[in-house]
């Protein structure tokens, strides 16, 4: 149990019940639960999950996913908080929740844990892969479309390898309340956890553009996600969205400021780093990828980041794309059909031109954006997400979306040996 009496003095009031038990997610040898919180009059310190009335863990926050679990088998689970003089809460409701079938595997299953070979994203065999997937849009704006629902259709109905949770920092985001939003995120990990897909934790600094300025918030946010999560297999960080009016040596001195606090809890995942000139590997700014190539980052088990809109970003991008991966580990952790706002006419022959080369190196993508905003590289129209769907099939999504779903779902090709 958490608590041990030392620390609470004359306490002896329990907090209430944890209220709200639920299952956000099931895989062949997972279930997700979450929980709303419990009050306490001094404070609850933490929870007792249990399975089958078995204590099984001793989670810290409102989510955890429970594994090692048998494919295709039900499970019984409760939780109790606790507070720090050891009173203990009474059960909450019971919940049961049904493993999936053991079925062909997941991407995250299939690859495991993913570290970087060469320029290019190896899984556990030590192959070339490359992910495909969604990008969501702000959390502060668009959480209401990453639900239960919607993230069963992007692992089930479009096939999607990996979630990518965007995080602003400013514009209402991470610095408005930090508790809430890295709570946030820590359950979105579960859900992508829980369905089977890589979790792209992303650190989504755009204005200022100089990552520097969000240093401390960086530490601080990326120390309890790698601390908490370290032992997954299926997660990516993304530490810099889109560094803009500032140098690579900016970049690269914030990069090697954060990537050794991260690996003091986190030895293992891959670490994305964002590229000069709106992740555009320096094109946007009148320079291009040498400046990387010639001072890199010092560091292991990292990628580059490049960003592209096909309707802005013509051959010029799409060279620089080709040179750099040559030279570089490359993930486009965002790109969209249409014009560099997000908005306008798609040009879906250019960004054909570029997925071809993606695909024919290896080079993972994300997609922007898994949302109802009303431009036209949201996936789904207008109101789908306050309507809770539909959200599989093609009938709630826009030109975009039809197009982006139908080439995410094509076979993808993991080699084990």
Known sequence: MLGDGSGGGSDTTAPTAPAGLRATGTSSSTVSLAWNPSTDNVGVTGYVVFRNGVQVATPTGTTYTVGSLAASTSYTFTVRAEDAAGNESAASDSLTATTRSSGGGTPASINGRLKVCGVQLCNQYGKPIQLRGMSSHGLQWYSQCLTSGSLDALAGDWNADV????????????????????????????????????????????????????????????????????????????????????????????????????????????????????????????????????????????????????????????????????????????????????????????????????????????????????????????????NNGPWTGTTSLKPAGVWIRDRIRTPDSFPTS
Not at 260 to 280: N, Y
Not at 316 to 331: C, K, N, T
Not at 358 to 371: E, P, R
């Open 163 to 386: 979630l990518r949770i965007s995080l602003y920092v400013q514009e209402g985001g991470y610095e408005t309340d930090p508790r809430a939003f890295t709570d946030r995120v820590h359950q979105l990990i579960e859900m992508a956890t829980a369905r089977g897909m890589y979790a792209l934790v992303d650190w989504h600094q755009l204005t200022p553009g100089d990552p520097n300025h969000n240093l401390s918030r960086a530490k601080t946010f990326f120390t309890e996600i790698a601390q908490r999560h370290r032992g997954k297999t299926n997660l990516l960080y993304d530490i810099a969205n889109e560094p803009n009016g500032v140098s690579w040596s900016r970049i690269k001195s914030y990069a090697e400021q954060l990537i050794p606090v991260i690996r003091a809890q986190d030895p293992a995942t891959p670490i994305l780093i964002g590229t000069h000139g709106w992740g555009s590997l320096g094109i946007s700014d009148g320079r291009d990828e040498t400046d990387i190539v010639n001072n890199p980052v010092q560091a292991t088990n990292i990628m580059y980041t490049f960003h592209f809109y096909a309707a802005s970003h013509g051959q010029e991008y799409l060279d620089a794309l080709h040179r750099a991966s040559d030279r570089l580990p490359v993930f486009v952790t965002e790109f969209g059909t249409q014009e560099a706002t997000g908005d306008g006419p798609n040009n879906f022959t250019r960004t054909q031109q570029y997925l071809d080369l993606m695909a024919a190196k290896k080079i993972s993508w994300v997609n922007w954006n898994f949302s109802d905003d009303e431009r036209s590289g949201a996936v789904f129209k207008a109101g789908t997400c306050d």
